[in-house]
């Protein structure tokens, strides 16, 4: 009877203890950092890198400098104080130029490392020149050291670490792995017969991946690179390769989402007959603008297509979205469907809720809003049209059940978590969905966060705005900036006033309930309202009548009116500790101005002393592209900041750099559509045999 060999196992799967040296101890605190396997060994990312093929000599030295020096153990020796309870080591290392003090503290076990007579080679940062001193360097002896050292005499990497795990350890343990993988010390080859060796033959990658250039470099020499660069831009080469297997595998994850979609789902019938929009148009006396009207367009295509219109809609503040929106809205109220939009905060589902009674309830739109603290009916005469719900988290509570949803409009996108936009496009079989966002989405991100959907961008101003200014201030040109918001308050506009906290302070960070009285008094005789998160509904939707009636002169505020606050006669916007803010919500909330014919003023004021602080605020004196900020602001703080962590669901790439992959992106995408498409045709000219595949599916073949 012939027996039947299991399969050899992936060595990208080996357990990391099957590695000598990686004990059950140190199991524990590689799991820490997310190492479980070789492969999570082999993919972990240095951070950064050191030059040490460079030897300078010790007199040369300079204090602060990070240097690589070698000389002979001169002296060496342990002092204890504190009763013996703690010790410095140190040895005196000395190359005919000067002599360098190598101390090491607490540490007495270095004392069996080296003996007087050895040659050192150290690395370190030189705490000071008299004497030359360098606090805990890495050392080797040059004369005991393994031929071809992991940690001198080469382009050495910086590893993340987690307590108990040195740095030399961990360098020398993936050193080792990477060396193991080729054959006698030799560089890894994609023919090497080592049982690992597979890791190096080219990867299995789906038809048209060829003309990826990033794919020119083999899978297995990118980690190599990363690990043992022979040159400094061989770690960026790396990483670039490294990440494109990322983005490919994400985005043909996103195009198979999206074709499995499109073959279930079949599209509502909501392109309309514009028996409400024209009214609606000829109500409100003028023209949209090229870009909505191009828009519109597109939206009417997808609402009458085979497949739910999944799109995305990007324009800068006041470019018209919520007029797209509500026209869109009307497509499907015509066809005989009923509409919810969803808003992240109350106010702007109060905004919304007043443009629609304004704009709808004419036409005979039964408008109701669901949030928190509201559940009311729009004051419009039904005419027998289905109903437009707009609301916030309240329209995922099980208790609504709209009945024959055929649209789902989600404001700020970016403010839900993602699984909460499916929970509201459930309430339908299938509706059509726009996402709409005054946040520019840098383009990577919008690949990646938005990949699944089709844009469409508001790239044009409606008529008869007034210009913006923007300014950047200390806290110590205070007087004369609130000298000047009370200039614009004497000559009839309205000013906001922003903080970044509510109440709670720290160092020299302001909070509107603590600042009220006294800007108060510092613009009086005009008057002021305060309005942030803990303020009750009711007193909430008072102030905001009173701002928006003119009479408030100024209303002090969080960021809670980044969005859905629409006031016309405003034209100051005043932030303090604007260096607490993001770019993009700086942005945001110099949208709340500037909505009128008047001339706008924003002032950022920071107290931040650092010159990067103040190089970022001017980006936004310099600008007023929305695109630009987000591209700055992703640049400097991240995906995960620019979007909120928790809400944007923005993959956590290890190897893809979302700032400045944007054509690894791109072409990832273009692959991948392009290989799935190949996969289908393939499978179309051949018979279908079904043969499983690694967890459970099934794949086609011949």
């Known amino acids: ?62 204090s602060g400098q990070v240097a690589l020096t070698c000389g002979k153990v001169v002296a060496m020796g342990t002092k204890y104080y504190a009763k013996r309870t703690k010790c410095i080591f140190e040895i005196v290392l000395d190359d005919g130029t000067a002599r360098l003090h190598c101390r090491w503290w607490n540490l007495r076990y270095m004392e069996k490392y080296f003996q007087p007579g050895d040659e050192v080679v150290a690395c370190g940062k030189v705490a000071g020149v008299k004497p030359r001193t360098m606090d805990h360097p890495e050392t080797e ?68 991946c060829q003309g990826f250039p990033a794919f020119a470099l083999p899978y297995g020499e990118a980690i190599r690179l990363m690990h043992m660069p022979d040159d400094p831009a061989d770690p960026e080469r790396a990483r670039r390769r490294l990440a494109a297997d990322e983005f490919l595998d994400f985005q043909r994850h996103l195009q198979r989402r999206r074709k499995k979609f499109e073959t279930r789902a079949h599209g509502l019938p909501c392109g309309g007959n514009n028996t409400l929009i024209k009214p609606l148009l000829r109500h409100l006396g003028f023209k949209l603008t090229d870009a909505q009207t191009r828009v519109l367009k597109e939206i009417r295509r997808d609402m009458s297509g085979a497949h739910p219109m999944r799109r995305l809609l ?34 702007l589902a109060e905004q919304h809720f007043r443009t629609a009674l304004k704009w709808l309830s004419p036409l005979g739109v039964d408008v109701h809003i669901l949030t928190g603290s509201r559940k009311t009916t729009g004051s419009g005469e039904p005419g027998g049209k289905p109903p437009f719900f707009i609301g916030t988290h309240a329209l995922i509570e099980p208790t609504f059940a709209p009945q024959n949803l055929g649209f789902v409009i989600i404001d700020e996108q970016h403010k839900f978590g993602v699984s909460q936009r499916e929970e509201l496009l ?19 991100l919008g690949l990646t966060l938005y990949g699944d959907l089709d844009a469409s961008v508001l790239d044009e101003m409606p008529p008869g705005r007034g210009r913006i200014r923007t300014f950047v201030r200390e806290q110590r040109a205070l007087a004369k900036v609130w000298e000047f918001v009370k200039t614009q308050l004497k000559a009839g506009r309205q000013a906001y006033i922003v903080y970044p906290r509510i109440e709670e302070t720290s160092g020299n960070v302001k909070a509107v309930t603590l600042e009220f009285e006294q800007i108060r008094s510092a613009l009086a005789p005009f008057t002021a309202g305060m309005l942030h998160g803990k303020v009750s509904p009711a007193e909430r939707e008072v102030v905001m009548a009173a701002f928006v009636q003119n009479n408030l002169s100024a209303l002090l505020a969080t960021s809670l009116v980044e969005v859905g606050v629409d006031v016309p006669n405003a034209t100051v916007m005043v932030v303090e500790n604007a260096e607490q803010f993001g770019l993009a919500q700086l942005h945001q909330l110099r949208g709340r101005i500037g909505r009128g014919a008047h001339e706008s003023y924003c002032i950022l004021v920071s107290g931040a002393r650092e010159p990067e602080v103040a190089e970022r605020l001017k ?39 979302l700032a400045k992959d944007l054509d690894l992106l791109r072409e990832a995408r273009r692959v991948a559509l392009q290989s799935i498409e190949a996969e289908e045709n393939a499978a179309g000219r051949r018979e279908p045999i079904s043969v499983p595949e690694t967890g459970g599916r099934t794949r086609n073949a011949t």
Not at 426 to 441: E, S
Request: overall charge neutral; some cysteine; glycine content about 12%.
């Open 1 to 62: 009877m012939e027996v039947s060999q299991s399969p050899e196992p992936d060595p990208l799967e080996v357990a990391v203890t099957k590695l000598h040296g990686v004990g059950a101890e140190r199991a524990v605190l590689l799991e820490r950092l997310g190492i479980r396997t070789v492969g999570d060994l082999l993919l972990h990312r240095p951070r950064r890198y050191e030059d040490r093929r460079n030897f300078s000599t010790i007199s040369r030295l300079l």
């Open 141 to 208: 002896v040059v004369d005991r050291g393994p031929e071809g050292s992991p940690h001198m005499g080469r382009i050495v990497p910086i590893y993340p670490l987690t307590e108990g795990l040195s740095q030399r350890w961990l360098r020398g343990l993936v050193w080792r792995t990477v060396q193991g993988l080729g054959q006698d010390g030799e560089k890894p080859d994609a023919a090497s017969a080592h049982p690992q060796g597979r890791l190096f033959e080219a990867k299995d990658l789906p038809g048209g």
């Open 314 to 347: 990007q324009g800068d503040v006041g470019s018209g979205k919520t007029l797209v929106a509500f026209c869109a809205a009307l497509m499907a109220i015509e066809s005989g469907y009923s509409v919810a939009l969803m808003a992240p905060t109350e106010i």
């Open 426 to 444: 459930r309430k339908g079989r299938y509706p059509h969905l726009l996402v709409m966002t005054a946040t520019p989405i840098p383009r990577t």
């Open 619 to 657: 980006i936004m004196e310099r600008s007023s592209d929305g695109f630009e900020i987000a591209e700055a602001d992703l640049a400097i703080r991240g995906p995960g900041e620019f979007l909120g962590r928790d809400q944007s669901g923005a993959p956590d790439f290890r190897f893809g750099d």
